[in-house]
């Protein structure tokens, strides 16, 4: 399908994480408004201290807002961990890290959701008051919590796993439950799209509880997808993707792998330089290594023009 020239483009970019929120950063400071809609994982969603926690919405949302540290990715820029440490000194759970500022948004949208507003609605609420304009939007508005069935056999919560246990249980299988209903926000996004972006997030825990989603990768399947390799040099710039390849896929952790866990729905795919292989799809082999803010914008541009050539 032919990607139409860059100011009438509309493009939906999918994703999780920090990764993800880095990209879809240089995608917001490349694209004119109105042409970017961000369609974000919920799987990691999960109560903590009695509020509903959506680590990718805020990470993305604090992105967005220039709040996000440039190193750890998640979390506010220099907030403070008085409640952290009281939480610690009363014996309450101290496992996650909510930091004093980032209660806020939590309190906020706990509070919305037992109003009985949907977490589309509570998101797009966040956003005004953090000043995002980029519409982003949750993938569901019902839960579909991931979990992690480890090598053990035993099945934890996906934040448990990941931050509690720090990633060490090997996994033998990711399951995604609950609901496989996307919005209607979602699906216009997507039915409407020229161009869809899957960020260089998990492809296991991020990417998949929204592809799994109905209707969601048919609405790839007939749009320009490209997809941006999760995987520098065989190693993930942040968390746990490389060894779940190797533990889940069997494979050496690679560009090529990742891509391969997307099969039938690329039209393109973004590698970093040495990364290339014999792929059945273009390559854009360029720095994808996109921690600062000027290395997202330039990656994004380069990434906008190569799904224009692709036809
Ligand atoms: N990640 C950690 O590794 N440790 C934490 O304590 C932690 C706290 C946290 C608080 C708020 C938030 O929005 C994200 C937070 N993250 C933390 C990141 C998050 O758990 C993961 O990066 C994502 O879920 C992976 O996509």
Redesign the pocket.
């Known amino acids: 399908m032919t990607v139409p020239p860059q100011d009438d483009l509309s493009v939906v970019a999918l994703a999780?994480?920090?990764g993800g929120a880095r990209l879809v950063d240089g995608l917001d400071r490349t694209l004119p408004p109105d042409a970017l809609t961000v369609v974000v994982n919920t799987g990691?969603d999960f109560r903590h201290w009695g509020l509903h926690?959506s680590?990718?919405l805020?990470?993305v949302m604090y992105t967005l807002a220039g709040l996000s540290p440039e190193d750890r990715g998640?979390?506010i820029d220099g907030d403070t961990f008085y409640a952290l440490a009281e939480a610690k000194r009363r014996g309450v759970d101290d496992w996650?890290?909510?930091g004093d500022r980032?209660l806020i948004t939590h309190l906020s949208r706990t509070g919305a959701l037992s109003r009985g507003e949907s977490l589309t609605r509570a998101t797009a609420e966040l956003c005004k008051t953090l000043g995002v304009e980029r519409p982003v939007l949750p993938m569901s508005d019902a839960p579909r919590p991931t979990s992690i069935v480890t090598q053990g056999g035993e099945e934890l919560v996906f934040?448990e796993w990941?931050?509690k246990a720090r990633a060490a249980p090997p996994v033998r299988e990711v399951r995604h439950q609950g609901t496989d209903h996307t919005t209607q926000a979602v699906l216009a996004a997507l039915t409407t799209a020229d161009l869809v972006v899957i960020c260089p997030s998990?492809p296991y825990v991020?990417i998949d509880p929204i592809l799994t989603l109905s209707g969601v990768s048919d609405a790839l399947r007939n749009t320009t997808t490209v997809a941006v390799s999760p995987i520098l040099d065989g190693k993930a710039v942040k968390?746990p993707l490389a060894t779940m390849i190797a533990e889940i896929a069997g494979r050496e952790p690679s560009a090529e792998a990742a891509a391969m866990h997307y099969e039938g729905l690329l039209d393109g795919y973004a590698v970093h330089p040495g990364d290339a292989f014999d792929a059945p799809f273009p390559l854009l082999e360029t720095n994808i290594l996109i921690q600062s803010k000027e290395d997202r914008v330039v990656f994004a541009r380069e990434l906008i023009e190569f799904a224009r050539s692709l036809r």
Do not use: C, E, K, Y
């Open positions: 999780g994480g920090v990691d926690i680590p990718d805020d990470t998640w979390g996650f890290q909510l980032d934040q990941l931050v998990n991020s968390g």
